[in-house]
């Protein structure tokens, strides 16, 4: 079992840049796609981007295309985020979990609260 500890989050203005990190744990870590996910207030939580275990294939929602770059260092068990450009409608909880496609597969992490300003 992958235990996830998300970090990074925090206040930006709209336009700026935030890095988020997962932490794993567990010796399958490097075997496993990851993605990340989030949750504005009263909504459902959506995908965001996906990473194929060896890091070759990536996938985004539209809405993030083109501004948000998923990557992962094996050695280090961690999976990051990269925000450019944040929108006023990032703001949400960002979560990573496992996943099979863009499904989630495992436990939930506490997640990293993410607020852009206009």
């Known amino acids: 079992q992958v235990q996830l500890v998300e970090s990074g989050g925090g206040l930006v203005q709209a336009g700026g840049s935030l890095r988020l990190s997962c932490a794993a744990s567990?010796?399958?870590?490097?075997?496993?796609?990851m993605g990340w996910f989030r949750q504005a207030p009263g909504k459902e939580r959506e995908f965001v981007a996906a990473i194929s275990w060896s890091g070759d294939s990536t996938y985004y929602a539209d809405s993030v295309k083109g501004r948000f770059t998923i990557s992962r260092d094996n050695a280090k068990n961690t999976v990051y985020l990269q925000m450019n450009s944040l929108k006023p409608e990032d703001t949400a909880v960002y979560y990573c979990?496992?996943?099979?496609?863009?499904?989630?597969?495992?436990?939930w992490g506490q997640g990293t609260q993410v607020t852009v300003s206009s």
């Open positions: 567990g010796r399958t870590f490097s075997s496993k796609a």
């Open positions: 979990n496992t996943v099979v496609a863009t499904i989630p597969f495992g436990s």
